[in-house]
């Protein structure tokens, strides 16, 4: 892409409302504009780091026999009366000017609970696991944080369904294996800590994965032995103590929720009447697991914790593009050169952003280093004179020189 | 897949509210599942089909330079007022329990273009278009046909930013063109006529893109000399002859609207007060363009053209998988040499749905019928005989004994 005809402009100009890093970053750097409180446009540069991740978690969820599917936003408003949650604050209400009234999507129960019972009767058609990646609508009183805490925003939602504890306890453990990937993958599996929190009536517990930021809205309490950690809520029932070693020693910082799982057993099934044939004939209750992880937040987390004063520094796995290319000055030489460099990287199938605006080497190396791309390819007068590029990494300080006729061995 | 622990049985019990091919078919074949009147969910096999839609449509979007962007669904009502939008039936109203309204999204000029007038201001940043593949609502009173009228339903827009009215022009027919690559990608080029409809204020002329099927709703006139079409509601206007020809012999049909375009010119741009610098530092209204085309409509377009009495026919490039292997009989031999292809077949990255139930022939055969993928393998006891796998191709009657050995030379 040149960034000469990219949409999307950096900008020094952001409302002062927008206090998070995420926001003033993403805003700046041209991936996000923010349409209202809570709800923001994803521009090119953004859409693209969202799809990333998108397709990240989407081979985690495959990976772990997850199934595809798509849910509606419409929902029924007769099945959240079934789950008594129809008049809850977070649902955002819609109707028509024939006086239709349905909830707007903020989670997926009441939708997929009736929706598994009308395709598995029979213990033979378990355990299944299906997933949707989908907008989701939350009546938020205060939107803030950026993309971390909005109205609208892109959510996987995992739904398992079980003949037995032993089953769904199994996907459950899976699930935890598959979303440490994803955190892996993205590049903050190290801040990230599996997190014991609140089980409601049907569980002891339930988990939470806990990115270590300080723009996070929870406290937990970190044990540094077992590597996990203990969402304020529950602190004082276990005393105080880590729930697996006992430790007391644990350590308090602030985290943003980054994925969710929770055994919610029967707690829709029952609602829904949703019954198996065992093997002997019986009809029993089905039991169910849910598993959250929203992209939008995970991308704003990535922000938060991977930047510097300059800007953002994507790990390559979710970079806009893999590839910086920046021309300096308007040497026609330079020119060429960049062009070629361009049409050769495109070729390798390496995703480049090429600078060939009219700018100065300033504005450019600022832009560059707001938007993050983890290796940037400079072309001057400078460096041809040694027929060569310069190569800086996003996350490093120096920088080194390649001749050009060897770039194409360099390891992108 | 294996198709045993595929979610989403084929089944006959379909109501008969559903009149239309694509909703009996869908349904049956366990690709879509009704949640309510014009609300549908896509199962697997549905997903899978609407994505490669959606990814053909992207790729012709991004081949004319349209940049992708995700723009939200809740909207700003102000920016509906300025517009005098606000108050028309197919916009479904949102409110929160704080008593905060939105609308939501069924187009979005009322987005797109106060988002564009932000960062375009100079005759440099000119001309760009941008596009989103999103959900769509509308309340429509009578929702029906499947998912060819629906609720909530899949949308590509693009929308188009110019300087003048010959770079409109020649960017309007260009997405002419990309229309008809998608057309003849998903294989209903044949039966699609571009079609003159009514310009409104600002053109004499918009354009539709209607494909013949009985099941449309929307009346057409074909001229069989300029292979075009004109709508019924300016047919009077043109006093029935074709406005490039003025042959008078047009044929009657029914057609189903699969995509349109439109040159809006100033409509919205002035309504927003848009206007760019030109060379000479004069300030000019921007010219827009905005051009639709629905992936969910699309699929349900393609199944009513393509089907038999059996269920439906996936031309390759949208099918869910590209072989369908069915095993007949619990032979050992059967099921270990089936296996063996299931595992050829996925190490080729061809993409198999493994019929492994334990069903009989009759039943496989049905369902694989009614699913409708390009290409089925069989293998039984008879076919092991002789070393070989049958093949059939869904559009065509016989079949073909291919040796085993010979199977991953085969065109697939």
């Given at each position: 892409m040149k960034q000469s005809q990219l949409f999307g402009k950096t900008t020094?100009?952001?409302?002062?409302?927008?206090?998070s890093i995420n926001a003033q970053y993403l805003i700046r750097g041209g991936f996000v504009d923010k349409s209202m409180a809570g709800v923001y446009t994803y521009l090119p540069l953004g859409k693209r780091v969202l799809s990333k991740i998108e397709n990240i978690i989407r081979e985690e969820m495959d990976a772990i026999g997850g199934q595809e599917i798509l849910m509606p936003a419409l929902m029924k408003k007769e099945d959240w009366q079934i789950t008594g949650r129809?008049?809850?604050?977070v649902m955002m209400k819609v109707k028509t000017f024939f006086d239709k009234e349905y909830g707007l999507g903020w989670t997926h129960e009441e939708v997929v609970t009736p929706l598994a019972k009308k395709y598995a009767k029979s213990y033979k058609n378990f355990p299944f696991s299906l997933y949707q990646i989908q907008t989701k609508f939350r009546s938020e009183k205060r939107a803030k944080s950026g993309i971390l805490r909005g109205r609208e925003f892109s959510m996987k939602d995992l739904y398992s369904f079980h003949t037995n504890e032993k089953d769904l306890d199994e996907f459950y453990d899976q699930s935890k294996d598959a979303y440490f990937k994803v955190f892996d993958r993205v590049g903050i599996k190290d801040k990230t800590y599996l997190t014991f929190a609140s089980g409601g009536d049907f569980s002891k517990y339930s988990h939470e994965f806990q990115t270590l930021t300080s723009v996070g809205e929870d406290i937990i309490y970190i044990c540094d032995k077992c590597k996990i950690a203990v969402n304020q809520e529950i602190i004082e029932d276990l005393k105080g103590s880590c729930p697996e070693c006992g430790n007391k020693d644990l350590k308090e910082e602030k985290a943003i929720e980054t994925g969710n799982i929770f055994k919610?057993?029967?707690?829709?099934t029952e609602a829904f009447n949703f019954k198996f044939l065992d093997e002997k004939g019986k009809e029993n209750v089905v039991l169910m697991g849910c598993y959250g992880m929203g992209p939008s937040r995970l991308m704003g987390t990535i922000v938060e914790l991977s930047n510097d004063k300059n800007g953002i520094i994507w790990p390559?796995?979710?970079?806009?593009?893999q590839v910086h290319l920046v021309s300096i000055g308007k040497d026609e030489k330079v020119i060429t050169e960049a062009e070629k460099m361009y049409e050769s990287l495109q070729k390798e199938k390496i995703e480049v952003l090429y600078d060939d605006r009219n700018e100065s080497a300033g504005v450019k190396f600022k832009d560059s280093d707001l938007i993050g791309i983890p290796l940037r390819i400079v072309i001057s007068n400078k460096t041809l004179e040694k027929d060569s590029v310069e190569i800086k990494r996003r996350n490093e300080d120096g920088f080194e020189l390649i001749k050009i006729d060897k770039i194409m061995n360099f390891e992108f």
């Amino acid at each position: 892409m040149k960034q000469s005809q990219l949409f999307g402009k950096t900008t020094k100009d952001v409302s002062k409302d927008e206090t998070s890093i995420n926001a003033q970053y993403l805003i700046r750097g041209g991936f996000v504009d923010k349409s209202m409180a809570g709800v923001y446009t994803y521009l090119p540069l953004g859409k693209r780091v969202l799809s990333k991740i998108e397709n990240i978690i989407r081979e985690e969820m495959d990976a772990i026999g997850g199934q595809e599917i798509l849910m509606p936003a419409l929902m029924k408003k007769e099945d959240w009366q079934i789950t008594g949650r129809w008049d809850i604050d977070v649902m955002m209400k819609v109707k028509t000017f024939f006086d239709k009234e349905y909830g707007l999507g903020w989670t997926h129960e009441e939708v997929v609970t009736p929706l598994a019972k009308k395709y598995a009767k029979s213990y033979k058609n378990f355990p299944f696991s299906l997933y949707q990646i989908q907008t989701k609508f939350r009546s938020e009183k205060r939107a803030k944080s950026g993309i971390l805490r909005g109205r609208e925003f892109s959510m996987k939602d995992l739904y398992s369904f079980h003949t037995n504890e032993k089953d769904l306890d199994e996907f459950y453990d899976q699930s935890k294996d598959a979303y440490f990937k994803v955190f892996d993958r993205v590049g903050i599996k190290d801040k990230t800590y599996l997190t014991f929190a609140s089980g409601g009536d049907f569980s002891k517990y339930s988990h939470e994965f806990q990115t270590l930021t300080s723009v996070g809205e929870d406290i937990i309490y970190i044990c540094d032995k077992c590597k996990i950690a203990v969402n304020q809520e529950i602190i004082e029932d276990l005393k105080g103590s880590c729930p697996e070693c006992g430790n007391k020693d644990l350590k308090e910082e602030k985290a943003i929720e980054t994925g969710n799982i929770f055994k919610l057993k029967t707690r829709f099934t029952e609602a829904f009447n949703f019954k198996f044939l065992d093997e002997k004939g019986k009809e029993n209750v089905v039991l169910m697991g849910c598993y959250g992880m929203g992209p939008s937040r995970l991308m704003g987390t990535i922000v938060e914790l991977s930047n510097d004063k300059n800007g953002i520094i994507w790990p390559r796995s979710i970079a806009p593009y893999q590839v910086h290319l920046v021309s300096i000055g308007k040497d026609e030489k330079v020119i060429t050169e960049a062009e070629k460099m361009y049409e050769s990287l495109q070729k390798e199938k390496i995703e480049v952003l090429y600078d060939d605006r009219n700018e100065s080497a300033g504005v450019k190396f600022k832009d560059s280093d707001l938007i993050g791309i983890p290796l940037r390819i400079v072309i001057s007068n400078k460096t041809l004179e040694k027929d060569s590029v310069e190569i800086k990494r996003r996350n490093e300080d120096g920088f080194e020189l390649i001749k050009i006729d060897k770039i194409m061995n360099f390891e992108f």
